[in-house]
């Protein structure tokens, strides 16, 4: 085999592979024994037909695709690894000559890995966020707490934002109701941001039986393409307006929140600064981890390619399936209930995906400049990490990662984040 590579653009390399007549004989030769064996020729039980009589009968060229098939995955496998390529989709082939006695030459044109140039990614600045609670984020928990408590009553007077409005609507364009525009003794939230936007805003003021018609523009992007950006009038009665009568915040109320030891307002609000401290904590790591990666990032230099942010959004659709699937909810369920077509979805997956790819690249180049390693004892800790995380032994946890490779890439990442995230300064 002879290999020889040329860039035919940024990230995509044509290989042209030369396979010598002797060794695409091999090839020849087990398709033949393959495919003989379903072959019934006169004078010769099934599968007992000579190599000669095969060939005069049905032609060598009968082989030449099942030939390909066994010659070529290995002989691209090392021409890859000869080349040093790091392919990241399936080669597109061209045989553009072939015969048992000339052998074969192909070529396989190939997307790979972009190459990094790194930029500075130690000592970066961050700001440090705070992990003090206040008094009033104190005060919005308790608050959160009182809602899932309150009471709907009758409100006399003017809706006003956070308020709900009982109402019935009906949406007409050019004088003429549109489907899909009526609706009775609905109950609509001001400022929930639930209906088409303005529409919420031009019911405040209005009282219980009070009559109006509300013009609204539908958005550019609204699902039925009929009515996107289309400029409509609703006519609005409201039956009644109803407030949200929040409970009073005493020890009474926080035994009815049935909390293990809380029993009065002190002890509450204990608790909760104490689980806010923890939070805001967490997020003051995430936020250093996430900046890190993000300057690291915008300092280096490479190309995506769009056929690795295709094949990362395939990715994640896959995952979202497997998702919904234990929820017993397919994607062509998803997809009708949020009004989207695969399309939209893929469009919308698009900058994550980006995302997902740029940092993985960098951090990959960082952990080759810096030759990051994993010993044995990492990826020990790292099972039983799992194994108390799953409330599993260790000995199970292994048999549900059989490529402990991946594994080891996982934690080979997350030293290298750590190392990013040790020398960042705060500021």
Do not use: C
């Amino acid at each position: 085999m002879n290999v020889t590579s040329k860039i035919i653009e940024p990230n995509r390399v044509e290989l042209t592979i030369i396979v010598t007549p002797e060794e695409f004989a091999k090839g020849l030769d087990i398709a033949f024994e393959k495919m003989r064996k379903d072959v019934t020729v006169e004078g010769f039980r099934k599968g007992k037909i000579p190599r000669t009589m095969f060939e005069k009968k049905f032609g060598v060229e009968v082989l030449y695709d099942d030939a390909l098939n066994e010659v070529f995955p290995n002989m691209y496998a090392q021409a890859i690894k000869d080349e040093g390529l790091e392919p990241i989709d399936s080669p597109e082939w061209d045989v553009k000559e072939i015969s048992k006695d000339d052998g074969v030459t192909a070529t396989a044109t190939v997307w790979t890995k972009p190459e990094v140039e790194l930029g500075e990614y130690k000592e970066l600045e961050v700001e440090q966020l705070s992990v003090e609670v206040s008094e009033e984020d104190i005060q919005a928990e308790i608050e959160k707490l009182a809602a899932t408590r309150s009471e709907m009553i009758i409100k006399e007077g003017a809706a006003e934002l956070g308020d709900t409005a009982v109402i019935d609507y009906e949406g007409f364009r050019d004088d003429v109701a549109f489907e899909g525009g009526k609706g009775e003794n609905h109950p609509l939230e001001l400022g929930s941001n639930s209906f088409i936007p303005g529409f919420e805003e031009q019911l405040v003021g209005m009282s219980a039986t009070e009559e109006r018609d509300i013009n609204v523009t539908f958005p550019e992007e609204y699902h039925a393409p009929d009515l996107a950006g289309v400029s409509v009038v609703f006519k609005v009665k409201v039956h009644e307006i109803k407030s949200r009568q929040l409970p009073e915040i005493d020890d009474e109320f926080v035994k009815d929140l049935d909390r293990d030891e809380i029993e009065t307002v002190a002890a509450l609000k204990a608790d909760i600064t104490e689980k806010l401290t923890e939070s805001k904590k967490s997020a003051a790591e995430a936020h250093v981890i996430n900046s890190v990666i993000e300057q690291a990032v915008a300092n280096a230099t490479f190309d995506v390619p769009e056929v690795m942010v295709e094949n990362e959004i395939d990715n994640m659709i896959y995952r979202m399936e497997q998702q919904y699937q234990q929820q017993g909810i397919t994607l062509e369920m998803f997809l009708q209930f949020s009004g989207q077509t695969i399309d939209s979805l893929k469009e919308q997956m698009k900058p994550q995906a980006i995302k997902n790819i740029e940092q993985s690249l960098v951090v990959d180049a960082i952990i080759s400049k810096e030759n990051v390693e994993v010993s044995d004892a990492d990826i020990e800790e790292e099972l039983v990490t799992l194994a108390e995380m799953y409330k599993m032994e260790v000995e199970q946890i292994k048999t549900m990662i059989p490529d402990l490779s991946l594994l080891r890439n996982d934690v080979k990442s997350r030293k290298t984040v750590d190392m990013l995230v040790e020398s960042a300064k705060l500021v």
